[in-house]
């Protein structure tokens, strides 16, 4: 089954990609590498939740943000890749979560950018990994994901 196929199979959907909010570019490709910037849980052009993990956003729903940011990353590389079936790994993730500083959840967070990954491309989604706490990101976002993936 084909990346598109299990995504829509979860109910979801690429949405747009998120125009960048400073002077870079969404994603870039070189090679058969492609590095997206780091995207922020923008879901119909608001951020989801804003503050951070452990005060103002809970767990469970900074693992959402984490998810929605992935799904961004995937617009953002399949925007240069040919298209979202045109991805044949996920190499690496970095997922930064602003959170208080007695909070040590990052990896749970994380986990919702992960979880989805896996789903949508199967063993093929299995990647490297870091799970970094900030003290703040862009906009007051919770969670920011950044991906290199393979393409074909």
């Known amino acids: 089954m084909s990346p598109s196929a299990r995504l829509a199979d979860l109910g979801l959907a690429l949405p747009d990609v998120v125009p960048p909010l400073a002077a870079y570019v969404p994603a870039s490709r ?3 590498l492609v590095f997206t910037a780091g995207q922020v849980p923008m879901r119909d ?3 989801m939740n804003v503050g951070k993990v452990g005060a103002d956003v809970s767990e469970s729903d900074a693992h959402a943000c984490a998810q929605q940011c992935a799904l ?3 617009a953002a590389a399949a925007s240069v890749a040919g298209g979202l079936d045109s991805i044949k790994q996920v190499i690496k993730v970095a997922v930064y979560v602003a959170s208080t500083p ?5 990896p ?3 986990n919702g950018a992960s979880e989805l990954l896996g789903a949508v491309f199967g063993d093929a989604g299995q990647h490297a990994r870091s799970a970094v706490g900030a ?6 976002a919770p969670v920011e994901v950044e991906l290199v993936v393979r393409v074909a």
Do not use: R
């Not at 007695?102 to 990052?106: C, I, P």
């Open 30 to 32: 070189v090679g058969d």
């Open 45 to 47: 052009g608001t951020l």
């Open 72 to 74: 961004n990353a995937l």
């Open 102 to 106: 007695d909070f040590t959840g990052q």
């Open 108 to 110: 749970a967070v994380a």
């Open 135 to 140: 003290v703040s990101l862009p906009l007051d």
